[in-house]
């Protein structure tokens, strides 16, 4: 089945600085990659999503790329701000086993630091 | 709209204790799924459901029942509550087979000891 694996797991930058969350997928028959935002105390909130016909996708300060070939997708945020502080975690379509349906299989979660 | 509601936020059990954690969506959504969260694992998919009646197990279902009798509930059943189940539980609700935009509850908090 698929595996998600998601880097690093604690991330510190400077307030206004860039950060970069990188996720790699095995399955190649993936082809929706979500990436969701967790404050503390509360669930996983969609921020941003890509699908496997696009390369980029751009949204205000947040953006996503993706790599086919080398199946790794990852997560860029610019002229980070405090409220940016929280848990980041990607997704890949895939099945848990030969026999299951689609699912959202997920990464270990990054933990964003924004240092004032 | 409350979107997904969860409860209880926090719950205590002994060893071999059972209990239902309670999740409402008033979004409509076909899709219901739990989710047990542990630090450095990510989000782990318990049990789902595509609709009302129908549910189907996921990643981790062992130690745990659930029912979908409406559109709106669905909630997970503790059969005998191990250590190992200290965890957050998220439930989730969604338009689409779950793969599109999920709507999380905000979780509970499950300790057993």
């Known amino acids: 089945g698929e595996n998600v694996e998601q880097h690093p797991s604690t991330l510190s930058v400077q307030e206004g600085d860039s950060a970069v969350i990188k996720c790699t997928y095995s399955?190649?028959?993936?082809?929706?990659f979500p990436w969701y935002k967790q404050e503390l105390g509360k669930g996983p909130q969609l921020i941003i999503d890509i699908r496997s016909n696009v390369g980029e996708k751009k949204d205000q300060r947040i953006a996503v790329t993706l790599n086919k070939t080398a199946k790794h997708f990852s997560l860029h945020i610019t002229e980070t701000q405090p409220e940016d502080s929280a848990v980041y975690f990607c997704a890949a379509s895939g099945v848990l086993s030969m026999d299951s349906n689609y699912q959202l299989i997920w990464g270990a979660g990054t933990k964003l630091i924004i240092k004032p | 709209n409350a979107g997904v509601t969860q409860t209880p936020k926090f719950q205590v059990l002994k060893t071999g204790q059972s209990m239902t954690l309670q999740c409402a969506q008033d979004m409509n959504h076909e899709y219901m799924s739990w989710y047990r969260q542990d630090p450095g694992m990510g989000l782990r998919l318990i049990h789902y459901?595509?609709?009302?009646?129908?549910?189907d197990q996921g990643e981790v279902p062992n130690g745990y029942n659930v029912s979908r009798s409406t559109t709106e509930d669905f909630p997970l059943r503790l059969l005998s509550a191990a250590p190992s189940q200290t965890s957050v539980y998220f439930c989730?609700?969604?338009?689409?087979?779950?793969?599109?935009?999920?709507?999380f509850g905000p979780g509970t908090r499950l300790t057993v000891t």
């Open positions: 459901s595509v609709g009302a009646g129908i549910t």
């Open positions: 989730a609700s969604s338009y689409s087979q779950g793969l599109y935009e999920q709507y």
């Open positions: 399955d190649s028959a993936s082809n929706y």
